[in-house]
Each structure stands twice: as structure tokens, then as C-alpha cells.
């Protein structure tokens, strides 16, 4: 299994930017679609952007369509998440996912590696 790090969260105003990375190492990413989800305090986890192995392809939620761009670099191994204009209601531990579908982002059992997550706080 792939081992992913996430990296770049933070705390940010209303409005703001911030770059999350996913850094992968024990495999190589560049055949899986990769996903980001986030996850806030009492809910439960949900998609936020699925990319395709080749990054020609993305899918976003609804909630932040026009907001983030998800884009990958196969050669380094990483996947970002640019997230702009950045609103209260998008706080929540944000993680990166390899190997799962692209365009309904579902979990492959025994398959789908996860990152340990990175926490992002927007403040109004």
C-alpha cells in the first residue's frame, strides 16, 4: 500500500487561501484517481474532489465548485487541493485518498489508502 502525508492546513481567515499537499511514498500514484474528503466535528466524512490518474479529469462537490482545484504532479508523487475564498463552513480535518473511484469517489475495500489528515480552520 501507497503511505500518504497531508500537509498545508492551517488556520485562515474568511476569504482566504491555503495549498493542502499529499505527499506519497512506498508506491508510485500515477496510476490511481486520487480524492480529497474532509471530515468535520460531528459529521460524517465527505467528498470534496476526485482527480484522475492523469489529472485530465476532476470532479468536485457542489459546496466548492469554483472554490478549489484539485491537481496532481506525478513525478513528485503529490496531489493539492487549492482551496479559495475559503468560508467558516468548510473547517474540518481534510484528508487525501489513492486508489479510489473517480467519479463517484467511492472507498475500495482493502485497496483505498488514507492519509493521517491535516486540519483546517476558517475563521469568520
Known amino acids: 500500500q501507497v503511505q500518504l502525508v497531508e500537509s498545508g492546513g492551517g488556520l485562515v481567515q474568511a476569504g482566504g487561501s491555503l495549498r493542502l499537499s499529499c505527499a506519497a511514498s512506498?508506491?508510485?500514484?500515477?496510476?490511481?484517481?486520487m480524492g480529497w474528503f474532509r471530515q468535520a466535528p460531528g459529521q460524517e466524512r465527505e467528498f470534496v474532489a476526485t482527480i484522475s490518474w492523469s489529472g485530465g479529469t476532476t470532479y468536485y462537490a457542489d459546496s466548492v465548485k469554483g472554490r478549489f482545484t484539485i491537481s496532481r504532479d506525478n513525478a513528485k508523487n503529490t496531489v493539492y487541493l487549492r482551496m479559495n475564498s475559503l468560508k467558516p463552513e468548510d473547517t474540518a480535518v481534510y484528508y487525501c485518498a489513492a486508489d479510489v473511484t473517480l467519479r463517484t469517489a467511492a472507498v475500495l475495500p482493502g485497496r483505498t489508502s488514507w492519509g493521517q489528515g491535516t486540519q483546517v480552520t476558517v475563521s469568520s
Open positions: 512506498g508506491r508510485t500514484i500515477s496510476t490511481y484517481a
